[in-house]
């Protein structure tokens, strides 16, 4: 009997220090061969980029000012100045209303023309400011590396917008597509730059009898309108709060 | 009797003990994990992303260094302990040092009023290092009137055969790349991208066959698709010097935005 508790004794202590001995092993010894050459991204169960976004934008607001750089517009000045409100309804989109105020001058193009031509393009409607609808989606969110220790967040959004022009004669209605880009400076602070299509209704300037200095000044709603399509440059400052 | 209760009890002891090893080495892993998370995570607390997880990380030596981590060679790699020591063999996605660079891509300008201005670019580089590098590049263009000037040359009695347009411009750059990072598609893909500038000069043949110096800026990104394939866009502004419609010379400017695919060549040389 005795001997037998000896017996199944020995056998635990045995087996529970077997059991343990691979455990205890703290070295793994790996073939270099074996090592991986290559970074590979691994799969996961459930795949979750973002665990913790710096830049939280769902269900806050966000003011910006911005400056815009018509880029084909052949006759009037090219520059405006806006001012635009968003609301963020979730990490992936926004709504906004812009206001824009355009410049009341002529484009460098105009000026040579009346230089050389005697064409006065002040005749035509021009276009005084305009007020927006804009649809942002935040495509991608992520962050660049600027020195070893510095890191700055990134939005790329596509953009939707639809409004009215108020020219001299009467409002016209216009709609953009495009892309933009905000770096953000710090949580609530950042550069943001769209790139747009501008297609809207807008009166042509090239009014027959109407433009040179000697012709009859036109009343400003004889002017035809056809649809104008302009490439638009935004840079503006934005904060979110 | 005694034997036979013995023995069940014996047996479950043999079960369980393993298992609660099993247990704790688990739990003991995960506090290893948490920490090592938690180490890798404090040099910017700040910082969000969790990304890495998905993904390579990046740093260079001097980070392993500056972290006090001892460095290890690729042969030390292979005996590592049991997860205290984490090796993550760190790199740019898309390595470009000593690589050929081709890119071929739709191309517009988008500040000419006068004419709709489409092309193609090709461009071929080679990067000395991961933020030098040097790109030949030509841009040829089609070109089309706009309403505007088909109006101006109807409605106003203008000629306006001598303004000027672009048929073709070539250049040589100098590109830096300075930036680069990571970006989440709706929170479901990681992409990988560079942000790069440059500098050229080159020329620019206009609608009357001259060829005119140019000198432009650019800039632009490379989202990583693989190793050696990547969707690149680049704006690129020329400036260059022609007689304006006053007929006095003046200096042009034109944006050119292109967009397309690179291709990079060789294999990259990891190790």
């Known amino acids: ?241 | 009797m005694k034997k036979i209760l013995l023995m069940p009890f014996i047996l479950i002891l043999l079960m369980l003990v393993p298992q609660a090893r099993s247990q704790e080495s688990d739990v003991e892993e995960l506090n290893l994990i948490q920490l090592e998370l938690d180490k890798k995570s404090s040099p910017d607390t700040e910082d969000d992303e969790s990304s890495e997880a998905a993904a390579p990380v990046k740093s260079s030596s001097h980070d392993t260094k500056s972290q006090g981590v001892s460095e290890m060679t690729y042969e030390e790699l292979s005996r590592l302990s049991d997860f205290k020591q984490v090796s993550v063999i760190q790199r740019r996605y898309l390595p470009r040092t000593q690589r050929f660079q081709a890119f071929i891509g739709p191309s517009m300008t988008l500040n000419d009023p006068w004419f709709n201005v489409m092309g193609a670019s090709l461009k071929l580089g080679y990067n000395l290092t991961e933020t030098w590098g040097i790109e030949g590049n030509y841009s040829f263009m089609s070109t089309d009137k706009t309403n505007a000037l088909k109006e101006l040359s109807r409605e106003n009695n203008i000629t306006t055969e001598n303004f000027v347009y672009v048929k073709n411009y070539y250049s040589l750059n100098l590109n830096w790349t300075p930036l680069y990072g990571k970006m989440t598609w709706l929170n479901k893909k990681i992409v990988y991208y560079d942000i790069y500038f440059n500098l050229g000069f080159g020329a620019t043949e206009i609608q009357n066959g001259n060829k005119q110096d140019t000198f432009s800026i650019g800039t632009g990104q490379i989202f990583s698709i693989s190793k050696a394939y990547a969707f690149r866009w680049d704006i690129s502004w020329n400036f260059f010097d022609a007689k304006q419609v006053d007929t006095s010379q003046g200096t042009y400017n034109n944006v050119i935005i292109s967009a397309g695919f690179s291709f990079f060549f060789p294999e990259a040389n990891y190790r």
């Open chain 1, 1 to 241: 009997m005795m001997k037998f508790n000896y017996l199944l004794l020995a056998v635990v202590i045995s087996v529970l220090g077997l059991s343990t001995q691979g455990i205890a092993a703290s070295d793994l010894e790996l073939p270099i061969e074996e090592l991986a050459k290559e970074s590979v991204l691994p799969v996961f169960d459930r795949l979750e980029i973002v665990r913790a976004r710096k830049v939280k934008t769902a269900g806050k607001w966000e003011v910006s000012g911005n400056f815009s750089w018509l880029m084909s517009e052949p006759i009037f000045d090219t520059s405006r100045v806006g001012m635009s409100v968003y609301k963020h309804t979730d990490e992936e989109t926004s709504w906004g209303g812009q206001f824009f105020y355009y410049s009341s001058g002529l484009s460098e193009y105009s000026k040579q023309l009346k230089k050389q031509y005697r064409l006065d393009y002040n005749r035509a409607p021009k276009p005084q400011y305009g007020a927006f609808v804009d649809y942002n989606m935040k495509l991608f969110y992520g962050k660049m590396s600027l020195s070893k220790n510095t890191t700055m967040n990134t939005h790329l959004l596509g953009l939707l917008s639809a409004g009215m022009t108020q020219y001299e004669n009467q409002m016209y209605p216009g709609v953009t597509a495009g892309v933009g880009y905000k770096f953000y400076f710090s949580s609530n602070i950042s550069l943001r730059t769209d790139l747009r299509l501008f297609i809207h209704q807008a009166p042509i300037p090239f009014k027959q009898g109407a433009i040179l200095e000697t012709d009859p000044v036109p009343d400003k709603s004889s002017f035809k309108e056809r649809i104008h399509y302009t490439n638009l440059l935004d840079i503006g400052l934005n904060w979110l709060f």
